[in-house]
């Protein structure tokens, strides 16, 4: 496993949600990004306690993220360790209920 993929999985397992994302929570880069953080938002996560990863700010990590989880777009959203999706698929999930139940059972 290369530095960068290392990094990343100790990034992962940080924090019980993990987004990386263009930007920050309090001020979104792209529409994708916006969007994950209004889909988490109405899931009722704290921003505060978010732990978000701008990944305009360490091209490494862009490009090492979306070979760590096999998934070409961003941003890209972590539950207790495990790849959740992008922003289509958080609102796939939000509307069936699953992401909630997925928020709900973090430790």
């Given at each position: 496993?290369s530095?960068?993929?290392?990094?990343?999985?100790?990034?992962?397992?940080?924090?019980?949600?993990?987004?990386?994302?263009?930007?920050s929570?309090?001020?979104?880069?792209?529409?994708?990004?916006?969007?994950?953080?209004?889909?988490?938002?109405?899931?009722?996560?704290?921003?505060?306690?978010?732990?978000?990863?701008?990944?305009?700010?360490?091209?490494?990590?862009?490009?090492?993220?979306?070979?760590?989880s096999?998934?070409?777009?961003?941003?890209?959203?972590?539950v207790?360790?495990e790849?959740?999706?992008?922003?289509?698929?958080?609102?796939?999930?939000?509307?069936?209920?699953?992401?909630?139940?997925?928020l709900?059972?973090?430790?």
């Amino acid at each position: 496993m290369s530095d960068t993929q290392q990094r990343i999985a100790e990034l992962v397992k940080s924090s019980p949600v993990v987004l990386f994302m263009k930007g920050s929570a309090s001020f979104p880069q792209c529409g994708f990004s916006g969007r994950a953080i209004q889909i988490l938002q109405a899931c009722g996560v704290d921003l505060k306690t978010l732990k978000t990863l701008n990944v305009l700010e360490d091209e490494e990590i862009r490009a090492g993220i979306k070979e760590y989880s096999h998934w070409p777009t961003i941003p890209q959203l972590y539950v207790n360790g495990e790849f959740i999706g992008g922003s289509d698929i958080m609102m796939e999930m939000y509307e069936n209920g699953e992401l909630q139940q997925a928020l709900s059972a973090k430790v």
